[in-house]
């Protein structure tokens, strides 16, 4: 009896372990891409008036792909898929104010952007979504304003769009 107690537990642990469950992020994008996909070109357009936001995001973008093991070309004709981005939205809106100075010392910065990932040959969309949005708040340090360190936030603030976004496709959300 106490031996099929046992075996009972052990079951169900392997079958919990089994499940195909795994952490959000850890997925591999070669169970996502078609198999002929192995190069991917990375376009985006920038539609706001905020300076080189779709060059910023771009490398941000490729980093992250490449941190994943995926193989980045510069000329979409020689890629087997293209991740097409237009950076619709950009807002830098403040969020908290200092004590009585009247001066913000953190801000909320959006950007949206509308995002395809097309096979190249048969034009198959592999993933999209029109208004991929992400929104993150940014302290600025005392005695600085946002117009000196904003092209720096942006800067860190793509990196982890960049993560979302390439989560969001491995995910298939």
């Known amino acids: 009896m106490r031996t099929a107690k ?3 537990c052990i079951l169900a642990v392997l079958s919990l372990a089994a499940c195909g469950y795994k952490l959000r992020g850890t997925g591999n994008l070669r169970d996502v891409l078609p198999a002929n996909v192995k190069k991917i070109s990375v376009q985006f ?3 706001t008036t905020r300076f080189e936001l779709d060059k910023i995001l771009a490398q941000a ?3 992250e792909f490449v941190t994943r093991g995926t193989e980045i070309v510069s000329d979409p004709a020689a890629a087997d898929a293209t ?3 237009d950076v619709a939205v950009f807002n830098a809106s403040p969020a908290a104010f200092s004590a009585g100075k009247g001066a913000a010392d953190r801000y ?7 995002i395809e990932l097309k096979e190249a040959r048969t034009k198959a969309m592999i993933y999209s979504n029109p208004a991929f949005p ?18 720096e ?12 976004l390439v989560i969001t496709i491995l995910e298939g959300f």
Request: proline letters at 2%; a positive charge.
């Open 6 to 8: 046992y075996l009972g």
């Open 45 to 47: 357009k920038n539609l």
């Open 61 to 63: 973008v490729i980093g």
């Open 83 to 85: 991740l097409a981005g």
């Open 108 to 114: 909320t910065i959006t950007v949206v952007t509308r």
């Open 134 to 151: 992400y929104t993150e708040d940014y302290e600025v340090p005392q005695g600085t304003d946002f117009d000196s360190v904003q092209t």
């Open 153 to 164: 936030a942006i800067k860190k603030i793509a990196v982890k769009f960049a993560r979302q």
